[in-house]
């Protein structure tokens, strides 16, 4: 959990790229912290899941993939 925190604490202060805060929202949808955080980190992952850039179940989909190049 603390490399959560450490991930969590370089998204706020925009330290990571698009790959990285994918990935970090992966692991928070998949874990359900996205969902107890503050209310901006659940809206969005709900907007990751409904733009198709990562599954319900916190997943990577292939189109994030293409996106993200």
């Given at each position: 959990m603390s490399d959560v925190v450490g991930q969590i604490m370089a998204y706020e202060m925009g330290e990571?790229?698009?790959?990285?805060?994918?990935e970090l929202f992966s692991e928070l949808v998949k874990s359900g912290t996205a969902w107890n955080l503050q209310g901006s980190y659940g809206r969005t992952?709900?907007?990751?899941?409904?733009?198709?850039?990562?599954?319900?179940?916190?997943?990577?989909?292939?189109?994030?993939?293409?996106?993200?190049?």
């Open positions: 990571l790229d698009a790959a990285e805060t994918l992952a709900a907007a990751l899941i409904e733009n198709g850039l990562l599954t319900p179940e916190g997943e990577i989909t292939d189109y994030a993939m293409e996106v993200l190049g």
